[in-house]
């Protein structure tokens, strides 16, 4: 929840911030950044998704240990 909160925020700041960047008098046809913000949130917020889902590292179970490998192991 709090997530979804804090996303909520960040982009009403984001869209406050470009809307003041982009405020000139005199343009012709302006643009509309909020489709494009959107669009980079989303692929932001999709990004998080899939780096969250994958896991750290594959743990595999160990292998049977041969005699070779106990021989090397207690001489070493």
Request: hydrophobic fraction near 35%.
């Amino acid at each position: 929840m709090d997530i979804v909160l804090l996303r909520h925020r960040i982009s009403d700041t984001l869209t406050s911030l470009v809307g003041k960047l982009t405020e000139t008098e005199g343009d012709a046809a302006p643009q509309n950044p909020m489709d494009v913000l959107h669009q980079e949130i989303c692929q932001l917020e999709q990004s998080i998704v899939e780096i969250a889902t994958r896991p750290s590292r594959v743990i595999r179970p160990p292998k049977p240990i041969t005699e070779q490998q106990k021989i090397i192991d207690l001489a070493g």
